[in-house]
Nanobody, 114 residues
C-alpha cells in the first residue's frame, strides 16, 4: 500500500488550501483514512479522519474550519482547510488504517504566514 499526498504550500493567514491523498495497492473496502499533522517541536496529532462509511472525527482545533471528504472509488481522501491560522503550520501526514495495518504517507508541508 502506498499513500501519495499533495496540495501543501505557503498561504497567508485566513487563506485556504486543499490537501489530497491517494492510496494505491491492496486496500480493503472497510477502512479509515485521515490526516495527522506535526508542528516543529511537537508530537504528531490527529487532524481529521473519515471511515469508509463516512463517519468523521475532527480535532477540536480545526472544527468549523477544516472539512474532510473522500472518494471511495478512487481511494482518495481530501482535506479542505479554510480560515488557516499560523498555528496550523505543520507537516500534514495522510493515514490509512486497515484491519491489522496502518500506513502513512510521506507528509506535505503547510506553512501559514501571519
Amino acid at each position: 500500500v502506498q499513500l501519495q499526498a499533495s496540495g501543501g504550500g505557503l498561504v497567508q493567514a485566513g487563506g485556504s488550501l486543499r490537501l489530497s491523498c491517494a492510496a494505491s495497492g491492496s486496500i480493503f473496502s472497510i477502512n479509515v483514512m485521515g490526516w495527522y499533522r506535526q508542528a516543529p517541536g511537537k508530537q504528531r496529532e490527529l487532524v481529521a479522519t473519515m471511515t469508509s462509511g463516512r463517519d468523521t472525527n475532527y480535532a477540536d482545533s480545526v472544527k468549523g474550519r477544516f472539512t474532510i471528504s473522500r472518494d471511495n472509488a478512487k481511494n482518495t481522501v481530501y482535506l479542505q482547510m479554510s480560515s488557516l491560522e499560523p498555528e496550523d503550520t505543520a507537516v500534514y501526514y495522510c493515514n490509512l488504517r486497515l484491519p491489522g495495518n496502518t500506513y502513512w504517507g510521506r507528509g506535505t508541508l503547510v506553512t501559514v504566514s501571519s
